[in-house]
């Protein structure tokens, strides 16, 4: 997705977000996109919350669901109840309870500041996540 496509998929499902599954935030490179850094796409938007709020928005978005197998855990971090959906705006992966390293992934706000964006691309640490964290660290040096 493009910056327009995120920001669009975002002002569609915040209303719902806030509804069903508050808390919640957005990480990754469509969080990143929001905060301006120099991204030019976002495969989809991830979504964190409770496992409580992924379910409520599980049964909101039932028909959006992606019935593709779900894909295998990634690296060192588990969420307790994950789904991917299709919406017609682009694609949500949902992540309730995420777990790094065994602990709960603590989240501010709807859409972190950078510093802790950085903070959760180095501890999942996965080469794709190093690679965006170089990526946001030079922009957040440049002011």
Known sequence: ??????????????????????PWSLIGSGALILLGAPLDTAA????????????????????????APAKAPDGPF?????????????PVEVMGGLRVRGRLLEVSGPIPAGAEQLRILR?????KDLAKAA?????????
């Not at 997705?1 to 508050?22: H, S």
């Not at 496992?51 to 409520?56: F, L, P, S």
């Not at 994950?82 to 017609?88: D, I, L, M, N, S």
């Not at 501890?123 to 080469?127: E, N, Q, S, Y």
């Open 1 to 22: 997705m493009t910056p327009a496509e995120v920001e669009a998929l975002v002002a569609r499902v915040a209303p719902d977000l806030d509804a069903f599954a508050a």
């Open 44 to 67: 989809d938007l991830d979504v964190v919350t409770s496992v409580d709020g992924a379910g409520r928005l599980a049964a909101a978005w039932a028909g959006w669901r992606d019935e």
């Open 78 to 90: 588990r969420s307790e109840h994950f789904v991917r959906y299709v919406t017609p705006w682009g």
């Open 123 to 127: 501890l999942f640490g996965r080469p």
């Open 135 to 143: 990526v946001l660290e030079a922009w957040l040096a440049a002011g």
